[in-house]
């Protein structure tokens, strides 16, 4: 029995055999920007998808959400406008977003419950569903394998770049492909909503199975970074798995599905990061010996979240006295006397002593843009937990104290 | 029975009789600047404390706990130093602590078990206790009735003004006094410690009683504030009563006691959060609606932490998508259909509806720099909270991002 190897491929999520996508403009956005995605696969997909936990889901969360269960988990198309999340829309959004998925499947010719739907951008304003409905047939007439790239730009919206990964997996002769995409500035813009992912796979994989590994992935890729500490009403990830590579997963190949999944949406993860707002460098955050893998978690998001470690980052300031007070408030259990911080490969504080000389190499390495964070919680614990995050700088500020107009 | 009247007056800590303090320069943050605070009680007091949650509690906290265990509530003198947080200092810190308790006694003519200790500033740097024993004893020979001023202004790190308050309270012709002083920026600077109160009475309390009456106050004032959700490994508010009104408050006396607490800790509380960093207005969070009263706050706090709020405010963008966004997902009960939120007088959304033709409206009331943000979660419930925050300015990320020198 081989390793598995996973190989990084050009492409998104039509790099997967089977799918074809297309990116059109239909006036959302204006200006002739690409505002509308579609996703087909060939063939009937198992369908997966992870939510948002925030309690003011918009209404094509709640759709989708509805969709899968209903079908369970069966689908052939994703559709996803940006410019407009239809969120706080009451029950005209809901219309909109159901009709969202009938114009769909008709142009498709599947079952409504068989779309996803997904939309991002400005809360609490009305959906123009007859541009959907124009934007939906023209994108039908466009579809193709090569749609991939088309299809990321329609999703973004204010994201400097687009996000596409994939990669081909093998092991023991068995190969098949995971492409995606996503959308996200790691943030909520001035009323926009934020993190949308889609996965396609050419693998086949049971509904329910694809729906666990899509957890787990996301779990270690896109609920493992963060810009603020803000959960929008419209994050999703959607998974569409068809077959068509002839390779079969099982619950047999659970170690090979989620590390191919997330091969597939670390970068996409890494991407939002990157492209957050006013970001300059790219934190890793790493927790270790903390007395559980769940308390690790919740300290390591602590700092990526906190302001005060994050301009810090900004400013090349080696303030490992920030490390340690988020550390001590963040509601796991924390030894100061045994607790270490490191900041890149340089120690700042070991065994309850200060080693603040070392603070003008640390200070060196800060003016790098990939940063490592890590601080051992001194518990003696194998807990450890890795996040990314990215600096705060005077520019996300100026972005989101603008008045949108 | 009539209700209590409390009277503000002029100064602080040393407001109530029987209290002198003096604040001096000892060199610590050297160029002059007064950099400890003594406050005597004349007679033994009653003392309570309240301290940081925060696991990495430096040892002036720890000392100071110590003490207040094992004096059973005694205390007569509080001894503060600023511009060295002495925290992350090992054992040595311990001891530094305990010699400035020494120090203190030994000047005040007390048990050092009735000496209270803090410190701000620097996380990580020895305290130079030469300095601290020459601004003990320079301390203690300017003791005065009128020293509450300078007091207070040597307990500052980068506050841009002293925080003192005081009150008269009276009721059926019982009249005491309470007075207080606070320092903070909100917030922890480039490893500086965050926040210090001390509030002194001369109305005669039991110390068992002092210490709850201490921890209800401060639960609707000092820990109602907020700027960035970080929690120093410094904080701590002390209280001293020391009975020189000759009145006695009692437990019956409890709704009194702990109002006129909060009236001489709220003026302090929100001292500290108008001059929070960067901070350009004062905003009000009130919650309603909620399943509980810890459900309301959680929200309120999870608000008024909020990033995206709080640029928001900076800006004057009235956008009531990223408090609906922020409800949604501070971990209490929430009912889209029902919750309403409003910016000062204008209802932006209610009963499931956006009402974005007034955010213009909203938009002028934001150029104000009070600024009272409304959340109702519309469970029906009737738990309420208040918070008090800052905005967050470019100037907040100038200042934390400048490398400590």
């Given at each position: 029995v081989?390793?598995?190897?996973?190989?990084?491929?050009?492409?998104?999520?039509?790099?997967?055999?089977?799918?074809?996508?297309?990116g059109?403009?239909?006036?959302?956005?204006g200006?002739?920007?690409?505002?509308?995605?579609?996703?087909?696969?060939?063939?009937?997909?198992?369908?997966?998808?992870?939510?948002?936990?925030n309690?003011?889901?918009?209404?094509?969360?709640?759709?989708?959400?509805?969709?899968?269960?209903r079908?369970?988990?069966q689908?052939?198309?994703?559709?996803?406008?940006?410019?407009c999340?239809?969120?706080?829309?009451?029950?005209?959004?809901r219309?909109?977003?159901?009709?969202?998925a009938?114009?769909?499947?008709?142009?498709?010719?599947?079952?409504?419950l068989?779309?996803?739907?997904?939309?991002?951008?400005?809360?609490g304003?009305?959906?123009?569903?007859?541009?959907?409905q124009?934007?939906?047939?023209?994108a039908a007439?466009?579809?193709?394998?090569?749609?991939?790239?088309?299809?990321?730009r329609?999703?973004?919206?204010?994201?400097?770049?687009?996000?596409?990964?994939?990669?081909?997996a093998?092991r023991?002769?068995?190969r098949?492909?995971?492409g995606?995409?996503?959308?996200?500035?790691?943030?909520?813009?001035?009323?926009?909503?934020?993190?949308?992912?889609?996965?396609?796979?050419?693998?086949?994989?049971?509904?329910?199975?694809?729906?666990?590994?899509?957890k787990?992935?996301?779990?270690?890729?896109?609920?493992?970074?963060t810009?603020?500490?803000?959960?929008s009403?419209?994050?999703?990830v959607?998974?569409?798995?068809?077959g068509a590579?002839?390779?079969?997963?099982?619950?047999?190949?659970?170690?090979?599905?989620?590390?191919?999944?997330?091969?597939?949406?670390e970068?996409l993860?890494?991407?939002?990061?990157?492209?957050?707002?006013?970001?300059?460098?790219?934190?890793?955050?790493?927790?270790?010996?903390?007395a559980?893998?769940?308390?690790a978690?919740?300290?390591?998001?602590?700092?990526?979240?906190?302001?005060?470690?994050?301009?810090?980052?900004?400013?090349?300031?080696?303030?490992?006295?920030?490390?340690?007070?988020?550390?001590?408030?963040a509601?796991?259990?924390?030894?100061?006397?045994?607790?270490?911080?490191?900041?890149?490969?340089v120690?700042?504080?070991?065994?309850?002593?200060?080693?603040?000389?070392?603070?003008?190499?640390?200070?060196?390495?800060?003016?790098?843009?990939?940063?490592?964070?890590?601080?051992?919680?001194?518990?003696?614990?194998?807990?450890r937990?890795?996040?990314?995050?990215?600096?705060?700088?005077?520019?996300?500020?100026?972005?989101?104290?603008?008045?949108?107009?």
């Open positions: 081989n390793s598995p190897s996973f190989q990084v491929i050009d492409g998104g999520i039509t790099a997967p055999r089977g799918f074809r996508a297309a059109v403009a239909c006036g959302i956005k200006a002739g920007k690409l505002d509308l995605s579609l996703l087909v696969s060939d063939a009937p997909a198992s369908a997966a998808g992870v939510f948002t936990t309690l003011a889901k918009a209404a094509p969360v709640l759709l989708s959400q509805d969709h899968l269960r079908s369970s988990g689908g052939r198309a994703v559709v996803i406008n940006s410019g999340a239809n969120a706080c829309t009451g029950s005209e959004g219309d909109h977003a159901r009709l969202m009938e114009f769909t499947s008709q142009a498709v010719g599947c079952d409504p068989a779309v996803l739907v997904a939309s991002t951008g400005v809360i304003v009305k959906l123009d569903i007859s541009k959907v124009q934007g939906v047939a023209s007439s466009r579809l193709s394998p090569s749609g991939g790239a088309d299809a990321a329609a999703i973004m919206t204010t994201d400097p770049f687009p996000k596409e990964a994939a990669i081909e093998s023991n002769g068995r098949f492909r995971i995606g995409m996503a959308k996200g500035s790691g943030m909520i813009e001035p009323l926009m909503a934020t993190m949308l992912g889609v996965v396609t796979t050419d693998a086949q994989v049971a509904p329910a199975l694809l729906q666990r590994a899509l787990a992935a996301a779990d270690d890729t896109f609920n493992a970074i810009v603020d500490g803000e959960c009403t419209n994050d999703c959607f998974a569409l798995a068809n590579s002839g390779v079969e997963l099982t619950e047999d190949d659970w170690p090979l599905l989620v590390a191919s999944l997330k091969a597939a949406c970068p993860a890494i991407g939002i990061v990157r492209g957050g707002e006013g970001a300059t460098k790219l934190v890793t955050v790493t927790v270790t010996g903390a559980s893998a769940e308390e978690r919740r300290t390591a998001r602590a700092i990526a979240n906190s302001p005060l470690v994050k301009t810090a980052v900004h400013g090349g300031d080696p303030n490992w006295g920030r490390l340690i007070a988020v550390a001590g408030r509601g796991s259990s924390f030894a100061l006397e045994s607790a270490a911080v490191r900041i890149g490969p120690t700042l504080f070991a065994e309850g002593t200060p080693h603040d000389d070392r603070a003008p190499e640390a200070a060196g390495y800060l003016q790098g843009n990939e940063i490592e964070l890590e601080v051992d919680l001194g518990t003696g614990g194998s807990g937990s890795r996040m990314w995050t990215c600096d705060l700088s005077a520019e996300y500020v100026r972005i989101n104290a603008e008045y949108r107009t």
